[in-house]
């Protein structure tokens, strides 16, 4: 899928989960309301488990370097 598609699918959730959610407060409006926040906890675990694994993989790298260099 495009970049595109993926973010107007986003738009047509976000705003489906605020009708049923908080206009209508059904059911299904609080369970995609847990559903996006579980989402969000995940990708925000995932970008600092990224992080964390960029991080220690250039501390080797900057290692290895530093001591071929000298």
């Not at 996006?36 to 220690?56: D, E, N, Q, R």
């Not at 993989?57 to 260099?69: D, E, G, P, S, T």
């Amino acid at each position: 899928m495009s970049k595109k598609t993926i973010l107007i699918l986003g738009v047509v959730y976000a705003i489906a989960t605020f009708i049923l959610n908080n206009l209508l407060q059904t059911t299904i409006g609080g369970f995609m309301m847990t559903l996006s926040f579980v989402a969000f906890v995940v990708l925000i675990l995932v970008a600092i488990y990224g992080l964390i694994k960029f991080s220690i993989k250039y501390f080797f790298y900057n290692r290895k370097h530093r001591n071929n260099i000298e």
